[in-house]
């Protein structure tokens, strides 16, 4: 049987590929990527053009080495939130900017002092956890997607809905497996136009939205403004965005088969992170962040060329100024979004299992076995912690607590405290 073709980072991929590939991309991250400008109340355009030029900015400064998109982050929803409540939203960019300096510094002391710390507070136990908790977190937003999607758990819910929902899924899941040639590299696209399709025929989209948006519309730009309290209430933030790059890194790393931690090494790529996340917040638009939609989507189609990255840039930098596009995009309903989404999650989840595996991570330790337990647990039981305006929960807990608490087993061992040695 003929293998499917596989195209490398530095790969240079045909024009009529191009196109399609890159729309993949960015329906892939779109519904997500919205909706954190949705939630924060301000306009999705000037996200949409800051996503685009963070991603670009990112391959150039990773020497188109590290294929990655840049969406709107969510590890800033709290607190971004509880500021824009308090003080406004312009407040909160600063603390967006500020935080993106902060971890501009990190790149610069890893690429003083190396990167052998990671082992120390994210090993392999704690970084497979992390990654795979990123996937589970997220399975939420499939069946239930704010301002853009359908919940499907909810008793309004009809058939038709779930007709969408499993038709869209199961061409994404049976396009993986089955297609072959060109439409192998393309089974998110083609499951996302023939859920449309459907829905469409069944009456859940309104074109109304694409026939009267103006031809070009421009993104509104605002200049952040700063106060000590919103940029103390988003410090904890810090320890989020480092351990999901990372752990992106390690995960993209696996799918493509290349050490990018190494070459183009972690200080470009977490600089590359914070500078576009301190470059979007100081004009207007949300922090960045590497996403795992689109890791996804390289993970099944196995296109990991950076041009394809670019093009997918270039896509959402026009999405801002070409108001009907923008339009047509926003019209997919959430049941088809949710219908992708919900194996692009799940192979997330599945490459945080992976790469345990992968690093043959020893469960017969008490201190791995902790690690993976208490990281899942604080992750995914609904626990919260508030610290003043600054509360952790999912996500965000789960990567303090395996930082925090692979430190203290590191010290347990250092200190030969450990009753199995």
């Known amino acids: 049987m003929k293998k499917k073709k596989i195209y490398h980072v530095d790969d240079v991929v045909p024009l009529q590929m191009l196109i399609p590939l890159a729309l993949q991309h960015t329906f892939a991250m779109f519904g997500a990527s919205v909706l954190v400008p949705i939630l924060f109340g301000i306009n999705p355009g000037i996200v949409l053009l800051m996503n685009g030029i963070g991603t670009l900015l990112f391959i150039f400064i990773t020497k188109k080495k590290a294929p990655?998109?840049?969406?709107?982050?969510?590890?800033?929803?709290?607190?971004?939130?509880?500021?824009?409540?308090?003080?406004?939203?312009?407040?909160?960019?600063?603390?967006?900017?500020?935080?993106?300096?902060?971890?501009?510094?990190?790149?610069?002391?890893?690429?003083?002092?190396?990167?052998?710390?990671?082992?120390?507070?994210?090993?392999?136990?704690?970084?497979?956890?992390?990654?795979?908790?990123?996937?589970f977190e997220l399975a939420k937003n499939t069946v239930s997607g704010g301002s853009i999607g359908a919940n499907l758990m909810t008793d309004t819910v009809t058939i038709n809905d779930w007709i969408v929902f499993l038709v869209t899924?199961?061409?994404?899941?049976?396009?993986?497996?089955?297609?072959?040639?060109?439409?192998?590299?393309?089974?998110?696209?083609?499951?996302?136009?023939?859920?449309?399709?459907?829905?469409?025929?069944?009456?859940?989209v309104d074109i109304r939205p694409v026939l009267e948006a103006n031809l070009f519309t421009m993104p509104k730009f605002q200049l952040?403004?700063?106060?000590?309290?919103?940029?103390?209430?988003?410090?904890?933030?810090?320890?989020?965005i480092a351990s999901e790059h990372i752990?992106?890194?390690?995960?993209?790393?696996?799918?493509?088969?290349?050490?990018?931690?190494?070459?183009?090494?972690?200080h470009r790529s977490i600089f590359a992170d914070n500078f576009s996340t301190a470059l979007s917040g100081l004009v207007g638009g949300v922090p960045t962040t590497t996403y795992g939609e689109n890791i996804g989507v390289m993970a099944i189609t196995g296109v990991y060329s950076v041009q394809v990255i670019a093009g997918a840039a270039i896509v959402s930098i026009l999405m801002a100024f070409i108001g009907p596009l923008s339009a047509l995009i926003a019209t997919i309903p959430g049941n088809v979004i949710g219908g992708v989404t919900f194996l692009l999650y799940g192979m997330i989840g599945s490459s945080g299992i992976r790469l345990l595996v992968d690093q043959k991570v020893d469960y017969s330790k008490s201190e791995n076995l902790i690690l993976t337990s208490v990281i899942f647990i604080a992750g995914l039981s609904g626990l919260s912690i508030s610290f003043g305006s600054i509360t952790l929960s999912g996500m965000v807990l789960s990567s303090v607590v395996a930082v925090v608490l692979s430190f203290v087993l590191f010290l347990i061992n250092k200190a030969d405290l450990n009753n199995q040695d």
């Open 68 to 135: 990655a998109y840049l969406g709107s982050s969510f590890a800033f929803l709290a607190p971004g939130l509880a500021i824009i409540q308090s003080q406004g939203f312009e407040y909160a960019q600063g603390a967006f900017v500020a935080i993106g300096l902060i971890g501009c510094l990190l790149a610069y002391i890893i690429y003083k002092f190396g990167t052998s710390w990671i082992d120390v507070v994210l090993p392999p136990a704690a970084m497979g956890s992390v990654v795979a908790l990123i996937g």
């Open 224 to 240: 952040a403004k700063f106060s000590p309290e919103a940029i103390l209430a988003m410090l904890p933030v810090i320890l989020v």
């Open 169 to 204: 899924l199961s061409t994404a899941i049976l396009g993986s497996i089955m297609f072959k040639g060109f439409f192998s590299t393309i089974p998110i696209l083609i499951a996302i136009i023939v859920g449309y399709i459907l829905a469409f025929a069944l009456g859940q």
């Open 247 to 266: 752990s992106h890194q390690v995960v993209t790393s696996n799918i493509i088969g290349k050490d990018l931690i190494t070459d183009p090494g972690l």
